[in-house]
């Protein structure tokens, strides 16, 4: 069992920054894959950012390629998102989420892959 606590949400104006953190207890932190996912109000849950446990691989969404940048700290137990130029519409609850049985690169961008959510921290960007 793992489990995940985010922080470091809020209200921000566009074009500023914030950096999100997830917390992981329980079980070992780094042979899980880390991912980040959003979800505004009436859309579906959508992909944002992953990173492997083994390669240290990165994956974006194209909404958010060059402008956020996932990493972990295994020593910490901790994935971040540093999310900068934000926009509006980046505006949702960011949930993280930990999976261990992701063995091909499609698999990090389904929520399905991953076992262990978060409860998720709101950002919000006004204009």
């Known amino acids: 069992q793992v489990q995940l606590v985010e922080s470091g949400g809020g209200l921000v104006q566009a074009g500023g920054s914030l950096r999100l953190s997830c917390a992981a207890s329980g079980r070992t932190f780094s042979s899980y894959n880390m991912g980040w996912f959003r979800q505004a ?6 992909f944002v950012a992953a990173i492997s446990w083994s390669s240290g ?6 909404s958010v390629k060059g402008r956020f940048t996932i990493s972990r700290d295994n020593a910490k ?3 971040y998102l540093q999310m ?12 993280c989420a930990a999976g261990s049985r992701i063995y091909y690169s499609g698999a ?5 892959f991953y076992e262990y959510w ?3 921290t709101q950002v ?4």
Do not use: I, M, W
């Open 57 to 62: 691989a990165t994956y974006y969404s194209d």
């Open 84 to 95: 900068n130029s934000l926009k509006p519409e980046d505006t949702a609850v960011y949930y």
């Open 108 to 112: 990090y961008y389904t929520p399905r």
């Open 124 to 127: 919000t960007v006004s204009s």
């Open 118 to 120: 978060g409860q998720g």
């Open 77 to 79: 137990n901790t994935a």
């Open 41 to 46: 109000p009436g859309k579906e849950r959508e």
